[in-house]
């Protein structure tokens, strides 16, 4: 089991810029989140997946935010443009569905730094 | 809607002392809980989990927590604190309604003081 991987594990860019982080979650997982963690606003679901479907993407937090899941195994969050308060580490974390007491599983983590 | 909330957002022990981090919640339906730790640069690990059956659930590295129906709390524990339990801890919980949704608290980061 080689784990949730996120890619890349640290992210430096310019206002302005896209960034696109990347994940691949356990494989057998059919739900997949993605979180940003920041000192100020803690731990903050963005948008959650169900069997490569987006079922609640009310967290992100603008326009400028997408998500997608193509496939069972490669999910992407994508911003354009970004600005400087984008900057946060952002969590992708994968579940198996049909058992709700499953624990999360989560990536490592991308560090976004936006200037 | 359910809801975590974590009291103290942070928590200073001695090494050898008690540790005792808070989490109540709110729910309408049996809630699954979770405690989840969090080491610097590095994403969230599960702890223990109470799913249904034993109020009192073990963990990893000596940890425990209780759930407590009455309380509507699941307070995490451990009888003596070591250095390498610095770290922040999230209560979660989740219900076995809608579509799977896990609830996060706001943390509590557990300082140990040698």
């Known amino acids: 089991d080689a784990g949730v991987i996120q890619s890349p594990r640290h992210e430096v860019t310019e206002m302005g810029q896209e960034v696109t982080l990347r994940c691949k979650p356990i494989s057998g997982h059919n739900s997949l989140f993605w979180y940003r963690q920041t000192m100020m606003r803690g731990l903050e679901l963005l948008i959650y997946?169900?069997?490569?479907?987006?079922?609640?993407d009310s967290g992100m937090p603008e326009d400028r935010f997408s998500a997608k899941m193509p496939n069972a195994s490669f999910s992407t969050l994508k911003i354009q443009p970004s600005e400087p308060r984008d900057s946060a580490v952002y969590f992708c974390?994968?579940?198996?569905?049909?058992?709700?007491?499953?624990?999360?599983?989560f990536g490592n983590g991308t560090r976004l730094t936006v200037t | 809607a359910q809801s975590v909330t974590q009291l103290g957002s942070h928590v200073s022990v001695s090494e050898g002392a008690l540790v005792l981090l808070r989490c109540n919640y709110s729910s309408s339906v049996p809630p699954y809980l979770f405690w989840y730790v969090q080491y610097p640069n590095q994403g969230l690990q599960l702890l223990l989990k109470y799913t249904t059956g034993a109020t009192l659930v073990k963990g990893i590295n000596g940890f425990e927590a209780e759930f407590k129906k009455s309380e509507t709390s699941f307070h995490l524990t451990k009888p003596s604190a070591h250095m390498s339990d610095a770290a922040e801890y999230f209560c979660?919980?989740?219900?076995?309604?809608?579509?799977?949704?896990?609830?996060f608290g706001t943390g509590t980061k557990l300082q140990v003081i040698p």
């Open positions: 997946f169900n069997n490569n479907v987006p079922i609640d």
């Open positions: 979660a919980v989740s219900f076995s309604g809608g579509y799977q949704k896990v609830t």
């Open positions: 974390a994968s579940r198996r569905t049909g058992s709700y007491n499953s624990p999360l599983h």
